[in-house]
């Protein structure tokens, strides 16, 4: 008997609730819905402040998951009844197959609202590594954008290419970053970050002997390169901050922080739900100026 | 905003910028663009507080610009790119 394929790959999928408001207190309620290529965020807001969140994976169809991701949240605030939702954004890749949306805005401007609110105004450069993307965004103490490019032709660099090495080499998805550090010296980077061509490289470095570990550490460290490259181009203005799925992974973001020259912003907030939020306070900030919707 | 348009790849940096702080949206280099790069939008896709048209690169060219913008790229005797001549307001650079 073959034993069961596990997906080394997959992800927690997490709602949250706000303990401390009620959504029955609140005049405006928004939503965020960011349906990015890997996974769905839903944020709920009762004016400007977060009641409740879900993450998941996307999965194949767009439409769906949006709707997933909304009743996940939705889940997390139990009684809340779907219509009383006043506005609703939808964002990420998906963004125009969000059924219940009332309006699309690009990611770009929602993830650097987002960061704006997770980590506060004194954030200027926002990286953004997703499931197929890599988008470096400048923004000003509003969370406006005032530079910004987002590579999603080539997947090189981004979440899903380590989901496939972590399939590859049979590690769980959370534990590469640990991992990679296990080594007692740091290997050089893979020479390509392209996915395919880095499997078909990792495949071959571990046939010649290399540890699992030092595979994922060459790896980590050519993602890393191939990142910084991207922000070399929009250039860095402190403060920094990092959202999306990436930023949980310690092996590529500690090998990317010396090239940057700066620490970090850190914060408690599921990073991944940055999109979702940014649509939701932009819902928000519409309504308030009138142009929500018409009833 | 500067608002970077292409992409990075193993054989070079292809970007167009667009500099919204200048760009009145008058969709000259729209009307200039032998390849049709440009496309003029009622409102700014990364900006949605911002009013007043912009132009932007259309989306089916962003992941081909090395390719669409190569008839007025020859690698001997560079002309002027028309899409930079057109622009009154010189809102738009190059990377390559």
Redesign the interface.
Same mark, same amino acid.
């Given at each position: 008997m073959p034993e069961d394929k596990k997906e080394f790959w997959r992800w927690a999928e997490s709602n949250w609730k706000n303990p401390d408001l009620n959504w029955e207190d609140a005049n405006i309620i928004t939503v965020g819905v960011d349906v990015g290529s890997v996974s769905s965020q839903a944020v709920i807001m009762g004016d400007g402040k977060m009641l409740a969140y879900g993450n998941m994976r996307t999965g194949s169809e767009s439409p769906k998951s949006a709707v997933n991701a909304f009743n996940f949240a939705l889940d997390a605030l139990i009684d809340m009844p779907e219509d009383r939702m006043d506005y609703c954004v939808g964002t990420g890749y998906g963004r125009v197959n969000v059924p219940f949306a009332d309006r699309p805005i690009t990611e770009i401007a929602c993830h650097a609202r987002g960061a704006n609110f997770i980590y506060g105004p004194e954030v200027r450069t926002v990286l953004d590594v997703g499931g197929q993307d890599i988008k470096v965004i400048q923004c000003d103490e509003k969370g406006k954008v005032t530079n910004f490019l987002m590579n999603d032709k080539c997947a090189a660099g981004t979440g899903r290419g380590m989901e496939v090495l972590a399939d590859l080499l049979g590690v769980s998805i959370n534990e590469v970053g640990e991992r990679s550090f296990k080594v007692k010296e740091e290997p050089r980077a893979v020479s390509s970050t392209c996915v395919v061509y880095a499997k078909s490289e990792a495949t071959g470095l571990l046939r010649k002997g290399w540890t699992t570990e030092e595979v994922l550490a060459s790896y980590c460290r050519a993602m890393a390169e191939r990142i910084y490259a991207l922000i070399e181009r929009v250039g860095v203005v402190p403060r920094f901050a990092v959202t999306g799925g990436m930023a949980k992974n310690r092996g590529v973001i500690d090998r990317l922080m010396p090239m940057v020259g700066l620490e970090r912003m850190t914060t408690t907030w599921d990073t991944q739900i940055a999109g979702a939020m940014g649509a939701a306070l932009f819902g928000y900030a519409l309504c308030q100026k009138g142009k929500g919707r018409k009833k | 905003?500067?608002?970077?348009y292409g992409?990075?790849?193993?054989s070079g $940096?292809f970007?167009i910028t667009v500099d919204t702080e200048k760009c009145n949206g008058c969709g000259d280099c729209m009307a200039a663009c032998p390849a049709s790069v440009f496309a003029v939008e009622d409102e700014d896709? #990364? $900006?949605?507080?911002r009013d007043g048209p912009v132009a932007v690169v259309a989306g089916d060219k962003?992941?081909r610009l090395k390719y669409e913008c190569n008839p007025c790229k020859p690698s001997a005797l560079r002309p002027p790119l028309p899409c930079i001549e057109a622009c009154k307001a010189d809102a738009i650079l190059h #990377?390559w």
């Open positions: - | 905003m500067l608002a970077n992409y990075k790849d193993a $940096d970007f896709p #990364s $900006d949605p507080m962003r992941k #990377s």
